[in-house]
């Protein structure tokens, strides 16, 4: 579609809203914003976008290094947790306490 063409219908909107005595509500759309070609927004549902402070954005120049590095430390993480739950399972009185020991 060619600008004149999109100017005409402009032009069209334009005197169809004057033509009806209203003015053009704040949620139409005008017939310049096509949408149809419109990508999705990949970082909509599911995605979060993170902002890295100046000091570590450097380090981590693309997102897929970024994330290769937080799915090591969430596996990291996973571990110490397990540690510690399979520790807190074990009951007080056979855990060692600090004034039993020797």
Same mark, same amino acid.
């Given at each position: 579609?060619?600008?004149?063409?999109?100017?005409?219908?402009?032009?069209? /909107?334009? @005197?169809?809203?004057?033509? %009806? =005595?209203?003015?053009?509500?704040?949620? !139409?759309?005008?017939?310049?914003?096509? #949408?149809?070609? /419109?990508? @999705?927004?990949?970082?909509? %549902? =599911?995605?979060?976008?993170?902002?890295? !402070?100046?000091?570590?954005?450097?380090? #981590?120049?693309?997102?897929?290094?970024?994330?290769?590095?937080?799915?090591?430390?969430?596996?990291?993480? !996973?571990?110490?947790?397990?540690?510690?739950?399979?520790?807190?399972?074990?009951?007080?009185?056979?855990?060692?306490?600090?004034?039993?020991?020797?």
């Amino acid at each position: 579609m060619g600008t004149d063409s999109q100017g005409a219908q402009n032009e069209e /909107a334009l @005197r169809r809203t004057r033509k %009806a =005595g209203r003015k053009a509500d704040a949620d !139409e759309i005008l017939p310049e914003y096509d #949408f149809s070609g /419109a990508a @999705r927004n990949k970082y909509a %549902a =599911g995605n979060a976008v993170v902002v890295l !402070e100046p000091d570590v954005a450097p380090v #981590f120049p693309t997102s897929r290094e970024a994330n290769e590095v937080l799915r090591a430390l969430a596996g990291i993480t !996973e571990k110490q947790r397990a540690r510690y739950r399979a520790f807190s399972d074990i009951p007080s009185s056979h855990v060692l306490q600090p004034e039993s020991m020797p």
